[in-house]
């Protein structure tokens, strides 16, 4: 299970007044997660720990440097740019303690781009995402297909 971005200990991007703004404009979420428009898309998984996925739901605001960000919106994670939603996908705890990504889904445009390990590996976060085991991992998935 994501961790409860409604804690007081979450803070940033995915904080409360998101959320109040979220629910405030729920009609545009429910347009955003059922849009005929996402793509079903195989991705590699990028295991993230526990303490990695708390960073993972902080998240960050984009700019210049940092295009692409992550955005936990109704149990899935966007990644934007521009204020245009382009991926959208699920992260779960398997049995290994390890948060996987079990549903990715594309918009056309950038179909073939693994947005998800460039936020991972370019991403402006707060505290680092990057450990030995990522660093070994995310060299061998490729960014673009």
Known sequence: ?????????YFGRNDKD????????HSLLLQIQNSPLWEREEVPD?????EQMVTFVKSYYP??????????????FYITRSGWWLKKFK?????????????????PKEKG???LAQVILEGNFDEPIIDERLRVLL?????FQ
């Open 91 to 107: 992260y779960e705890k398997g049995t290994d303690g390890f948060y996987h990504v079990t549903e990715h889904f594309t918009t």
């Open 63 to 76: 700019g210049w440097e940092y295009r692409y960000a992550p955005y936990l919106l109704g149990g899935w």
């Open 1 to 9: 299970m994501i961790p409860d971005v409604e804690h007081d200990l």
């Open 113 to 115: 781009h693994n947005l």
């Open 18 to 25: 998101t959320w109040a703004m979220a629910r405030l404009h």
């Open 139 to 143: 060299p061998t998935i490729e960014l």
């Open 46 to 50: 990028i295991p993230l720990s526990e």
